[in-house]
């Protein structure tokens, strides 16, 4: 399973071009480094790191950001606590 290990972000925003001088287009640029743990031959467990970029707009990473919060609030539940158990 990978695992979280660094979040690197920059934020861009166009103002203008030459057909439109008065524009506002931000941009979210997301860099996540992710550890992924892999055996070698001798057994011992090296580490790889996986990196995925991410762009979006700030009102997509604000519905992203509310919809992970509400299956976060839905995993605490009594319900899937109970499922979580007979799974395992």
Not at 54 to 82: C, F, G, K, M, W
């Amino acid at each position: 399973m990978p695992q979280y290990k660094n979040l690197e972000w920059r934020f861009d925003i166009l103002v203008g071009s030459r057909s439109l001088r008065h524009i506002a287009e931000p941009l979210l640029t997301l860099q996540l480094s992710l550890d992924a743990g892999s055996e070698s031959k001798a057994g011992r467990e090296e580490e790889t790191c996986d990196k995925l970029l991410l762009q979006t707009d700030p009102n997509n990473l604000l519905h992203i950001t509310s919809v992970l919060e509400d299956a976060l609030h839905e995993a605490r539940t009594h319900h899937s606590r109970r499922v979580q158990r007979y799974l395992k």
